[in-house]
């Protein structure tokens, strides 16, 4: 900060950094817990501010009470999504505080919390943005824990669609497999050379009877449809995942009654990892020099419905984000490897797979930054051990908008910024 501003008043306070108190010992804690009672009387982010969200970056004069929000317990270092439960729009000061570096824009009041450690001091502090220390060194917060989440085992397709239809054969003459059926488990049909049908009701009722007694057990689409797995192995099913949400498309030819389901792919490295993929599930099909392909009117269905039709609609579904660290990690390096490059940025012209690109870094520990040039997203998710310094990167800028304070359930910091640039920031309460 210039030496014409401490003019004004704003005086730096005497200690520096180095003077705070050591590293206290982390507790499981919430910041509610830690620090009970705060109110929503202090700080606030200009109307430009965006914060990180289960829907992706949403501009702070957006939220609304509910809005999901990735939150950090600066004691536990634990991140967890919290809902805001109170956004209040204020009248600004005479001038407020801009940080400004490569990695960080945050526009906010005087009076506002900045988290921040040092390199001698791990523990996440707090300072008045309007005190911060000319000559200190700050660190952002670059480091925090993840939800542990579930490694998904398996993933059986007929628990994610409704149309289609089971095929089963079995060695055993026809009478004795159908008196080892239970009273009500009726094929809908059945062909001496291919084997029992049953819908899907009959099914899922039957499951595990009809697996048991059965030899070979495939879903099709319909009477002359090619039988298909149903089952996958839970890596496997998300790195298909990462494939189709990157580099995947389904076809709906007129002079076929089925889908094709398509993984464009030239890097030879690439290729060979699609490949061995394809075999352990069983979705072998065509090859060229481009793509892969295989036909199923089932698997292009659910994939449109996992994971949106046509580039500009790709999406991450749901269910990845109840998964383990490690299933996340294969995720995003299957993501990396489809639309990224060595430098550590993704590209994507889909705005809601870029959000939940975004979303898979902070579960992982990145702090992503964004920049948008028409339709096409540009991520960076490099891991930067990042700061400021106040005499280079802080300084008073003239206010010309109102503020937003908002209050989160237990945990104190978000993730906000402006230009696509977010860091771990104070919020003004904690309900």
């Known amino acids: 900060m210039s030496k014409e501003r401490k003019r004004k008043g704003h005086q730096n306070p005497q200690n520096s950094v180095g003077d705070f108190e050591e590293e206290r010992d982390l507790t499981e804690k919430s910041t509610a817990e830690q620090m009970p009672g705060i109110e929503l009387t202090e700080g606030g982010f200009t109307d430009d501010t965006e914060v990180l969200t289960t829907d992706g970056p ?18 536990t270092e634990l991140c967890k ?20 570096t490569r990695r960080s824009n945050l526009r906010v009041a005087p009076d506002h919390r900045i988290p921040f450690q040092t390199d001698s001091v791990g523990e996440t502090r707090f300072q008045r943005a309007c005190e911060l220390h000319e000559k200190s060194i700050y660190r952002f917060i670059n480091g925090w824990r993840q939800r542990p ?40 049909r059945q062909n001496s050379h291919t084997g029992y049908y049953f819908d899907p009701e009959t099914f899922k009722q039957y499951q595990p009877a009809i697996e048991s007694i059965a030899d070979d057990v495939s879903l099709v689409a319909g009477p002359n449809a090619r039988g298909r797995p149903y089952r996958f192995d839970g890596d496997d099913f998300i790195e298909f995942i990462g494939w189709f949400a990157t580099e995947g498309n389904v076809y709906w030819p007129q002079s076929s009654d089925t889908a094709q389901v398509q993984i464009a792919q030239e890097n030879t490295t690439h290729r060979e990892t699609i490949a061995g993929l394809l075999k352990r599930m069983g979705l072998q099909g065509s090859v060229d020099s481009r793509s892969f392909e295989f036909s199923s009117t089932v698997f292009g269905t659910l994939f449109e419905s996992l994971c949106g039709v046509g580039s500009q609609q790709k999406r991450l579904p749901a269910l990845v984000w109840q998964t383990d660290q490690r299933q996340r990690q294969l995720l995003f390096e299957t993501l990396m490897a489809g639309d990224g490059n060595d430098r550590g940025v993704y590209y994507t012209s889909s705005a809601q797979l870029a959000s939940d ?13 964004y920049a948008r040039r028409d339709q096409m997203w540009r991520l960076s998710t490099n891991c930067v051990n990042d700061g400021f310094k106040p005499d280079q990167n802080v300084r008073w800028i003239d206010a010309s908008a109102d ?18 640039k977010f860091q771990w920031v104070g919020v003004s309460g904690v309900s």
């Not at 949403?58 to 004691?75: E, K, N, Q, W």
């Not at 919290?82 to 407020?96: D, N």
């Not at 690109?357 to 930054?369: F, S, V």
Request: hydrophobic letters at 40%; one cysteine or more.
């Open 58 to 75: 949403r501009a702070v004069s957006d939220l609304t009470i509910g809005t999901v929000v990735y939150a950090l317990d600066p004691v």
């Open 81 to 100: 999504l919290k809902p805001i439960t109170s956004i209040q729009q204020v009248a600004p000061p005479a001038e407020l505080i801009n940080i400004q």
């Open 149 to 188: 989440g579930y490694r998904l085992e398996g993933v059986d397709i007929t628990n994610l669609v409704t149309d289609y239809e089971i095929r089963v054969w079995s060695e055993d003459h026809g009478h004795t497999f159908r008196a080892a059926l239970p009273d009500g488990c009726d094929p809908i």
């Open 357 to 369: 690109m975004m979303r898979l870094c902070i579960e992982l520990g990145i702090k992503p930054q």
């Open 403 to 420: 503020l937003y304070r908002m209050t989160v359930a237990d945990y104190g910091l978000v993730l906000a910024g402006r230009d696509g």
